[in-house]
């Protein structure tokens, strides 16, 4: 209020008397000038046609005040096109990360030999991740140490999508290493992993012991459900005589299964003033995922083969009565 105030008197009144202003010290005036001699306003204001123009402009001084504090209310219109954010700005927060960009996280050439045969297979895939979550604080900030900088993707190579096949931003994700622990916990998702110990992936079906609670487990249909779910889900649950959480200690040479359930639904964001739904640069899918723990290195980087056995459509979760 005090800014559009200073304004408004800047404008009227052309930086005389307005409060807050620093005042300014009147120029010398000069010993021989002869003495200013004043006239004081009749009692009616103004008269003839020099009054006219000085309370004209008068007005002209308090239509633009006004003006300028209307536009201090006013929403900024986008300086761009839609298309031009879409491309520049918003397009590669959901991009998949190149073989460049992943130089640093790309598995050692031993473990991509050693499981050629294995990575054939349809459904299968081998990919890093970096255990330095520092790097991952925002997806618009870039954290300036030199291991952040050579992991400036989505992410900065801390979590992956099974769903997308790719390295992911954390709140898109369906795993995610944060120092020596992973962890399924994003948005409109919900996730529960369970270790099944040192069992290799071409072993694991749906009827493999500890899978049963996994396939079971029914996704919600509504947001009342959505909420009942996480609290059941938010402490860890015993079935079949393992034990089921969101988040488990990493151990090399083990093996894990992973529900991913990430829901559909309306996740509102604005960029340069263009507004979009985040989901619909997501696949948003039901999954259920075999990944094992083939390597960690000293730096607590881990390498991750896995397949999936299960994908379905998700449930439609809708967050508020706009999503309508």
Excluded at 89 to 96: A, G, M, S, T, V
Aim: hydrophobic residues 35%.
């Amino acid at each position: 209020m005090d800014k559009w105030m200073l304004t408004f008197c800047l404008l009227v009144t052309g930086f005389l008397d307005c409060p807050g202003q620093t005042n300014q010290t009147a120029p010398p005036t000069s010993s021989t000038s002869p003495p200013a001699t004043s006239t004081q306003p009749s009692s009616s204001g103004n008269t003839g046609r020099a009054g006219q123009i000085t309370d004209r402009r008068q007005l002209e001084r308090i239509d633009r005040a006004f003006e300028a504090l209307r536009n201090l209310e006013i929403p900024q219109k986008m300086e761009r096109s839609p298309a031009s954010i879409m491309s520049e700005e918003i397009h590669p927060l959901y991009r998949k990360p190149g073989k460049k960009e992943l130089k640093n996280l790309l598995p050692s050439r031993s473990l991509l030999a050693q499981y050629e045969k294995f990575l054939q297979e349809p459904e299968t895939g081998i990919f890093k991740l970096s255990a330095e979550s520092s790097c991952a604080l925002s997806t618009q900030v870039v954290v300036a140490t030199e291991k952040c900088l050579s992991v400036n993707i989505p992410g900065a190579g801390t979590a992956y999508s099974f769903r997308a096949k790719s390295h992911r931003m954390l709140h898109l994700s369906d795993l995610i290493l944060d120092k020596n622990v992973i962890k399924t916990d994003s948005l409109l998702q919900q996730g529960l992993m369970v270790n099944l110990g040192n069992i290799e992936l071409d072993q694991v079906s749906a009827q493999t012991a500890g899978m049963k609670y996994l396939f079971d487990l029914k996704p919600a249909a509504n947001k009342e459900e959505l909420l009942s779910l996480n609290e059941k889900l938010s402490q860890s649950v015993k079935a079949d005589g393992f034990t089921y959480s969101f988040g488990l200690y990493v151990e090399d040479k083990t093996t894990f299964a992973l529900r991913s359930i990430a829901y559909r639904g309306k996740i509102r964001r604005s960029i340069s003033g263009f507004k979009y739904n985040e989901m619909d640069f997501d696949k948003r899918k039901d999954i259920i995922v075999v990944f094992r723990i083939i390597e960690k290195d000293p730096n607590g980087d881990i390498t991750v083969l896995w397949k999936e056995i299960f994908r379905q459509d998700s449930p439609v979760i809708k967050i508020d009565d706009q999503d309508k």
